[in-house]
C-alpha cells in the first residue's frame, strides 16, 4: 500500500456504506480499496436466526466483536456463546458459522486482506437504508457459485435456533 492509495477517514455514527447480504446488513465502515486491499472493517446487523453457511476462507483471516446482541460463534468443532464485548477470531483455513440468538446482534467485522468485501458486494444488494433488508429469498446459486470464485469453501448449512 503507498501513500497515494490512503486518505483520512473518519466515519460518524449512523455513517457507512450498506450492502444487504443473505438477510443481513453490511455497513462498510473502512472499505477495502481504502486500505489498498490490506483490510476491510464492515459493521454487521443481523437478525434473531442469522447464520451463515458453514464455510472456510482459503485467503482471508475474519475476527469479530460482538456489540450488541448474543451469538453462538462455530470455529471448527468449537462453540462460543458472545454477548457484548466479546472478541473472536476465526484464522483462514478453520471452518466457521455463527448463530444470532437474540432479537438482533451487531457485530464488527475485520476481515483481512479485504478482497472478499466485493463477493458481499457482488451477491448482495446495495441497501437503501443502513436497516435488514426487507425479506425476500436470496439467490443462494448465485452466492454459492461466487464462494469459488473468492477462495470461500462451502462446508455444510447454517446451524439453526431449536
Known amino acids: 500500500m503507498t501513500t497515494q492509495d490512503t486518505r483520512d477517514l473518519v466515519v460518524p455514527p449512523g455513517g457507512g456504506e450498506g450492502t444487504w447480504h443473505l438477510d443481513c446488513l453490511w455497513n462498510w465502515k ?8 490490506a483490510f476491510t472493517l464492515a459493521e454487521q446487523l443481523l437478525p ?3 447464520a451463515p453457511p ?13 456489540l450488541d446482541g448474543e451469538v453462538t460463534f462455530f470455529l471448527e468443532q468449537d462453540q462460543y456463546v458472545a454477548g457484548s464485548g466479546t472478541y473472536v477470531f476465526g484464522p483462514r483455513g478453520r471452518a466457521h458459522t455463527f448463530l444470532v440468538r437474540s432479537e438482533t446482534a451487531r457485530l464488527l ?43 470461500i469453501e462451502l462446508v455444510g448449512p447454517p446451524p439453526r435456533l431449536g
Open 48 to 50: 434473531k436466526g442469522s
Open 109 to 151: 467485522t475485520l476481515v483481512t486482506p479485504g478482497a472478499s468485501e466485493e463477493f458481499f458486494r457482488s451477491t448482495g444488494h446495495e441497501a437503501t437504508a443502513l436497516t435488514l433488508p426487507p425479506p425476500g429469498e436470496p439467490n443462494m446459486a448465485a452466492i454459492v457459485g461466487a464462494m469459488e470464485h473468492y477462495g
Open 54 to 66: 458453514v464455510h472456510r476462507h482459503t485467503n482471508e483471516d475474519e475476527a469479530w466483536v460482538v
Open 30 to 37: 473502512i472499505p477495502s480499496a481504502l486500505t489498498g486491499g
